[in-house]
């Protein structure tokens, strides 16, 4: 299965729209990762206040209304943002995974209960149930934020997982290896996770930009990274008083999100087909 991941991912990224998206988040991670060298403090407020000023050489992205610089504020919100989603992508794939994983290979009681349970919070919108979640907390810490989004991100990936251990389990290498007397953690281990890498990478690909648009979301509405801590959600909210004298000041940071949530999207269905076998 490793070789034929790692065929679909070079497929995926012989084609326009996957090598367009893989171009676009590298860039994004560069910038992210050797922007704070080059330019100046996000937080950085001038001693004189003279107001928003729009795009010139010392600042390309022009300034805001506390005259911190908007580009550096937007490479800042991007290692927010790319953190935020990696990790709180991680933590959904690995819980759906496991779920998946236990619920189809165990099958009975136990795949119903968990069945019935993903059910249940399925029907729960998530923006709701994160709502509920955020506000315990007056400042919520970036980690625990990383983990609330990635606990409630799950559900969808683990009925994914469990369909496809349902269509495996009945395979012949499966069942050599119960013939064998493989234990049920080796065969979940060796046999069905790598056989299922491939689906949950594509769902992890396209979850990326629901996860940043989602936290960009949070940030707006006041209940996700807090300042002064730059991200590109609540760089918009505090471009609000002045989003028509000084659109500079919202419109980067949108742009940041667009193009992020398609070069996600770009790179997921381009993994999508590559690993479809109906284009193969």
Not at 169 to 188: D, K, Q, T
Not at 240 to 266: S, Y
């Amino acid at each position: 299965m490793t070789g034929s991941l790692a065929r679909a991912l070079r497929v995926a990224l012989r084609s326009q729209g996957g090598r367009t998206g893989a171009a676009l988040l590298a860039l994004l991670a560069l910038a992210a990762v050797i922007g704070p060298w080059f330019l100046p403090d996000p937080s950085s407020i001038p001693e004189t206040l003279a107001g928003p000023l729009g795009p010139v050489a010392a600042h390309p992205f022009g300034t805001d209304q506390l005259g911190r610089d908007v580009l550096s504020r937007t490479v800042s919100g991007a290692r927010i943002s790319l953190t935020v989603g990696v990790f709180a992508v991680a933590v959904a794939m690995t819980l759906g995974t496991l779920v998946g994983l236990v619920a189809g290979y165990a099958g009975g009681l136990l795949d119903a209960v968990l069945m019935r349970l993903v059910d249940a919070a399925l029907a729960i919108p998530r923006l709701f149930i994160l709502l509920l979640l955020v506000l315990v907390w007056d400042r919520i810490p970036l980690p625990v934020l990383i983990l609330v989004i990635g606990a409630t991100g799950w559900f969808s990936t683990s009925r994914l997982v469990r369909g496809e251990v349902l269509r495996l389990r009945g395979e012949p290498f499966i069942l050599a290896a119960e013939a064998l007397g493989a234990s049920p953690m080796r065969i979940i281990g060796h046999h069905l996770l790598p056989n299922v890498a491939g689906p949950v990478i594509v769902a992890a690909t396209l979850g990326l930009g629901d996860v940043i648009l989602l936290e960009a979301g949070l940030s707006f509405l006041g209940l996700g990274v807090q300042p002064p801590t730059a991200s590109w959600g609540g760089m918009i909210l505090d471009a609000r008083p002045i989003v028509a004298t000084a659109p500079w000041a919202a419109l980067f940071p949108g742009l940041a999100i667009m193009v992020t949530v398609l070069a996600a999207n770009l790179v997921g269905e381009a993994l999508q087909s590559a690993l479809d076998p109906r284009t193969a």
